[in-house]
């Protein structure tokens, strides 16, 4: 049974070891990726929310005018807007504010828009939806 290890070089030997070296190292590196995918699963929302809201932090920081006028309306800061664009698209959201370049912040579901003023063709406020919890 030992014969055939007898005849084997050490050219052998080193190749032997070399390949178990590098197959142990990819099973390791498999296994990390597997690991920090389901890390990274579990914690990837709250990556994603904290970033949204230093975005937001941001937005604020460039957009200090919190009250707008808009076709003879007033909007404030905070405010649910629908906006209607030259190109008819719909944005609803919340009101972030406006820079000196005349360029609004809006807050959209996960999108952050910023939009020229010129380009809005209609904006209105939307309703406050009572629910049992704020009414």
Not at 41 to 57: P, T
Not at 76 to 101: A, F, P, S
Not at 113 to 125: G, R, S, Y
């Amino acid at each position: 049974m030992l014969e055939g290890f007898y005849k084997l070089t050490t050219a052998d030997y080193l190749y032997a070891a070399l390949t178990a070296f590098v197959a142990t190292q990819l099973i390791l590196y498999f296994l990390r990726f597997i690991e920090i995918s389901k890390i990274n699963a579990r914690e990837g929302v709250s990556y994603r929310e904290s970033d949204r809201m230093m975005v937001i932090k941001k937005c604020i920081d460039m957009f200090p005018v919190e009250t707008i006028y808009f076709r003879g309306k007033v909007f404030t800061k905070g405010m649910k807007v629908r906006i209607i664009t030259l190109q008819k698209r719909i944005i609803e959201g919340e009101l972030i504010g406006k820079n000196d370049m005349d360029i609004l912040c809006i807050v959209a579901g996960q999108h952050i828009i910023a939009h020229e003023i010129e380009k809005i063709e209609d904006m209105t406020e939307m309703p406050k939806v009572l629910t049992k919890n704020n009414a």
